[in-house]
């Protein structure tokens, strides 16, 4: 007979180890009671290991240009209808003293695969930005060559986001033609190597996606002992070749963080964008079943409309950090938390520094 969830919850609040059967179960229980109660242990977990605070990360989304493929999103190469933008130095950094003026303590710098940022150009740009202010800076521009990493880390980087979207090879490989599940994961190892806090995640109801594959989501995830992880609903994209894939469910999204959370006590996890484009209230539901983290878009709004991934996605009408940070805080206070004050490192790279 099958374990019930409520002894599975026990033995990992225990510390046991949970099998992949056990996982998977955790994953696709209907029982709405059971549901409560994975719910329940994932608020406890965050509550022991991470407190109340909620940590923000500013993100700066500088360029939409992409030498990549990948099926699931809009900013791919072959999407012709996309107008395409790089914001200037100087752009970046104004959209970066607005976040720490609105309180931010990190900064994030994403992007499509864009080599005209080449890993000198990179770095140049963060030795400016750390000059400029005492913010922690996480790098989130794709699959480079370690020498790139290097540079970005040399230049005071603090962390790198590289999700690996799903731990099914095939379906990896299908979705993002060209690349291989193996090379990503190499180059988290490369990351941790470097002494990047290290951030991975994956889409939650990708085609082709199942509970087994979830479940190997998580534990590649605790293989890698992971600093953060994103994880959010896939969300079909109409310039993209799955323009006609069903949605992700907000409920599936936030069991996956929930046993995530459950599984990864000390693991920053964001309450994603995503999940807030799909669900009115995306955000304050994470942030009870075990987020901890919340990424408000600083990008001016006449480049973060283009940068558009997904669609429908939620703030883009607000214009950089004076209007978004007040907007999340206020959600975070309604969930009766508070907004973290320091810097929000993981306590997993504290642990490995003392
Ligand atoms: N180019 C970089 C970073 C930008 S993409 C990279 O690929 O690593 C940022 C994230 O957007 C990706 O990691 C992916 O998980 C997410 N994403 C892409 N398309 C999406 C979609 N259709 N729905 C939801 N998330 C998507
Ligand atoms: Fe480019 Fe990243 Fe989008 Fe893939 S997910 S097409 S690498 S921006």
Request: proline content about 4%; some cysteine.
């Amino acid at each position: 007979m099958a374990k019930e969830i409520r002894t599975i919850l026990g033995a990992i609040e225990k510390g046991g180890d949970p099998s992949r059967d056990d996982i998977i179960a955790l994953l696709k229980t209907a029982d709405k009671n059971d549901e409560k109660l994975i719910f329940a242990a994932a608020d406890r977990t965050r509550k022991q290991y991470l407190g109340n605070e909620v940590h923000l990360r500013g993100i700066i989304e500088f360029s939409n240009y992409c030498v990549k493929n990948c099926l699931y999103c809009g900013l791919r190469r072959d999407n012709k209808k996309l107008q395409r933008y790089r914001m200037t130095t100087q752009e970046i950094l104004s959209a970066a003293d607005e976040g720490v003026r609105a309180g931010l303590k990190t900064i994030v710098l994403q992007s499509g695969e864009d080599p005209y940022f080449t890993g000198d150009t990179l770095s140049r740009l963060i030795t400016r930005l750390k000059e400029r202010h005492d913010v922690a800076v996480t790098m989130s521009v794709g699959d480079r060559t370690k020498t790139d990493y290097r540079l970005m880390r040399e230049a005071g980087a603090d962390r790198y986001l590289l999700k690996h979207e799903t731990a099914d090879p095939d379906l990896f490989t299908k979705l993002r033609p060209g690349t291989v599940l193996e090379e990503r994961v190499k180059r988290l190892r490369w990351l941790k190597e470097l002494g990047f806090q290290v951030g991975s995640g994956n889409m939650v109801g990708l085609p082709g996606q199942d509970a087994g594959t979830l479940a190997d989501d998580i534990m590649l995830m605790r293989d890698l002992n992971v600093e953060m992880a994103g994880i959010g609903p896939f969300i079909p994209n109409q310039d993209t070749p799955l323009a006609h894939a069903k949605e992700g469910k907000a409920e599936a999204a936030l069991r996956v963080l929930a046993v995530a959370r459950i599984l990864l006590p000390y693991t920053h996890l964001p309450a994603t964008t995503a999940l807030a484009s799909i669900h009115a209230e995306g955000r304050e539901m994470a942030l009870m079943c075990g987020a901890n983290v919340i990424m408000p878009d600083i990008t001016p709004v006449r480049y973060k409309k283009l940068y558009r991934i997904y669609p429908k996605k939620v703030g883009t009408d607000e214009e950089g950090a004076a209007q978004s940070i007040p907007l999340i805080s206020a959600i975070i206070g309604r969930s009766g938390r508070s907004v973290g004050t320091g810097y929000g490192h993981s306590p997993l790279h504290e642990q490995r520094r003392s």
